[in-house]
């Protein structure tokens, strides 16, 4: 029986926007997406143009802002779909007491507002390349590209990204505690996720995907065909400032 939803536990440059995009187009597995991305009340409530009052509680604004997420994460497959990124997962959290203040556990707020739920931890093995990732596409500003060459998703103006060391051993060890942060709370809330990884997925998206609907109790035969229509970004430049700060950090 398939679960009502489903959480993908993830950090920034894990592959979760391809993983994203390869359960949509399976059509039965709903549309996951980062509905709570901003760690922001007034956000949250702008993106889906729902008002502020002065009349209503936080409680009700809540409401209205979780019941947004699920129709959207959902359309008409009836299994709810949703990415949560580590940076913003302790004010969601604290957001979800105040819509469940009469449970005391994650799981319980959780299952109270999604139904039963399944959690995907996706992560990638390979901490110094997801690092550099994140500071080139933090510079540049082209975060996705899609697998015809245009740009998907672009936040900043062009520029040609710099090798910096501090910043890269910064997003190194944020992507390690992210890691570490997402265990600690798996274990305190007792939660065994579907545990699969960047490198998986970029290696093998169809049989990587298959796994995940047959964990979500999907037929795993809508992962069939499925092709991802995302690029990998990894580029020669990157392969420099591997080497480079492996040689300088002396990790070779």
Same mark, same amino acid.
């Given at each position: 029986?398939?679960?009502?939803?489903?959480?993908?536990?993830?950090?920034?440059?894990?592959g979760?926007?391809?993983?994203?995009?390869?359960?949509?187009?399976?059509?039965v597995?709903?549309?996951?997406?980062?509905?709570?991305?901003?760690?922001?009340?007034?956000?949250?409530?702008?993106?889906?143009?729902?008002?502020?009052?002065?009349?209503?509680?936080?409680?009700?604004?809540?409401?209205?802002?979780?019941?947004?997420?699920?129709?959207?994460?959902?359309?008409?497959?009836?299994?709810?779909?949703?990415?949560?990124?580590?940076?913003?997962?302790d004010?969601?959290?604290?957001?979800?007491?105040?819509?469940?203040?009469?449970?005391?556990? %994650?799981?319980?707020?959780? =299952?109270?507002?999604?139904? &039963?739920?399944? /959690?995907?931890?996706?992560?990638?093995?390979? $901490? *110094?390349?997801?690092?550099?990732?994140?500071v080139?596409?933090?510079?540049?500003?082209?975060?996705?590209?899609?697998?015809?060459?245009?740009?998907?998703?672009?936040?900043?103006?062009p520029?040609?990204?710099?090798?910096?060391?501090?910043?890269?051993?910064?997003q190194?060890?944020?992507?390690?505690?992210?890691?570490?942060?997402?265990?600690?709370?798996?274990?305190?809330?007792?939660?065994?996720?579907?545990?699969?990884?960047?490198?998986?997925?970029?290696?093998?998206?169809?049989?990587?995907?298959?796994?995940?609907?047959?964990f979500?109790?999907?037929?795993?035969e809508?992962?069939?065909?499925?092709?991802? %229509?995302?690029?990998?970004? =990894?580029?020669?430049?990157? &392969?420099?400032? /591997?080497?480079?700060?492996?040689?300088?950090? $002396? *990790?070779?």
């Amino acid at each position: 029986m398939a679960v009502d939803s489903y959480i993908i536990c993830t950090s920034p440059r894990s592959g979760s926007t391809l993983l994203c995009r390869l359960l949509s187009q399976t059509g039965v597995a709903g549309h996951p997406g980062s509905y709570f991305h901003e760690p922001s009340l007034k956000s949250w409530l702008g993106y889906y143009d729902l008002p502020i009052t002065s009349t209503g509680s936080e409680r009700e604004l809540l409401d209205g802002v979780f019941r947004a997420a699920i129709a959207e994460g959902s359309g008409n497959t009836g299994i709810f779909g949703l990415r949560l990124q580590r940076h913003s997962f302790d004010f969601f959290l604290e957001k979800l007491a105040v819509l469940q203040p009469s449970l005391s556990r %994650d799981s319980q707020r959780l =299952a109270a507002v999604f139904g &039963r739920v399944s /959690f995907i931890h996706l992560t990638r093995r390979d $901490k *110094l390349e997801q690092a550099i990732s994140y500071v080139k596409a933090d510079q540049s500003g082209l975060w996705h590209v899609s697998s015809d060459g245009t740009e998907l998703e672009r936040l900043a103006s062009p520029r040609a990204p710099t090798y910096d060391a501090d910043r890269i051993n910064d997003q190194l060890e944020r992507f390690l505690a992210y890691d570490r942060d997402w265990n600690t709370w798996f274990d305190r809330e007792q939660i065994e996720p579907l545990r699969i990884t960047y490198e998986a997925l970029s290696d093998a998206p169809e049989k990587t995907l298959g796994t995940v609907l047959d964990f979500l109790g999907l037929d795993r035969e809508a992962a069939y065909g499925v092709k991802p %229509d995302v690029a990998k970004m =990894a580029d020669g430049t990157s &392969r420099q400032w /591997f080497d480079r700060f492996r040689e300088e950090h $002396k *990790l070779i």
